[in-house]
T-cell receptor, first 111, second 115 residues
Framework: DAKTTQPTSMDCAEGRAANLPCNHS???????VYWYRQIHSQGPQYIIH???NNETNEMASLIITEDRKSSTLILPHATLRDTAVYYC????????????FGKGTLLTVNP | GAVVSQHPSWVICKSGTSVKIECRSL??????MFWYRQFPKQSLMLMAT?????????EQGVEKDKFLINHASLTLSTLTVTSAHPEDSSFYIC???????????FGPGTRLTVL
């Protein structure tokens, strides 16, 4: 699976949009971009995934650049409960299903 | 959504003893489950892939005789840490693969402390 690069940490004000970037410049054509988050001392939680089109669900939006070398996870109205480590992972769907977690981005939402 | 549970949520044991951790998919069947380990301030590291009815596949550097994995049913996988030592103290997390959409759903984790 291709590697990803994320900032170590970010801060966001409560109620504002949180935009978390991820670089995946070596992504292959059949690799998807997945986002998970891990709140302290809990298991990871799936957020969203996409291939090349922008995606939106009840939790977040995923914007993937046209060249697919980077993406941005958007939490439209961050709350204190969104404070967590956010992991951007690229992997081939329908493969061995392994997820390789990097260091992720610690998002701190401030009141 | 798909729910995965782990038991116990935390355990403290003496060095040299064995500890069993259970991972259950509560509302779906999972032919494949994964076991991860997470040390403080570090990311999750995949330990092994557990397939129902067959032997687990271990990642490089993970001792299969120390970390015994059993996946005897479609809803239960167990990880047994044998002869635990303080360096095995960690946060152990399982996930279950939901067939159809092929997504992994994670359990809440088990905190193991070996004294």
């Amino acid at each position: 699976d291709a590697k990803t690069t994320q900032p170590t940490s970010m801060d966001c004000a409560e109620g504002r949009a949180a935009n978390l970037p991820c670089n995946h410049s070596t992504i292959s054509g059949n690799e998807y971009v997945y986002w998970y988050r891990q709140i302290h001392s809990q298991g990871p939680q799936y957020i969203i995934h996409g291939l090349k089109n922008n995606e939106t669900n009840e939790m977040a939006s995923l914007i993937i650049t046209e060249d697919r070398k980077s993406s941005t996870l958007i939490l439209p109205h961050a709350t204190l409960r969104d404070t967590a480590v956010y992991y951007c992972i690229v992997r081939v769907a329908w493969s061995n299903y392994k997820l390789t977690f990097g260091k992720g981005t610690l998002l701190t939402v401030n009141p | 959504g798909a729910v995965v549970s782990q038991h116990p949520s935390w355990v403290i044991c003496k060095s040299g003893t064995s500890v069993k951790i259970e991972c259950r998919s509560l509302d779906f069947q999972a032919t494949t489950m994964f076991w991860y380990r997470q040390f403080p301030k570090q990311s999750l590291m995949l330990m092994a892939t557990s397939n129902e009815g067959s032997k687990a596949t271990y990642e490089q550097g993970v001792e299969k005789d120390k970390f015994l994995i059993n996946h005897a049913s479609l809803t239960l996988s167990t990880l047994t840490v044998t002869s635990a030592h303080p360096e095995d103290s960690s946060f152990y997390i399982c996930s279950a693969l939901l067939a159809g959409n092929n997504e992994q759903f994670f359990g809440p984790g088990t905190r193991l402390t070996v004294l």
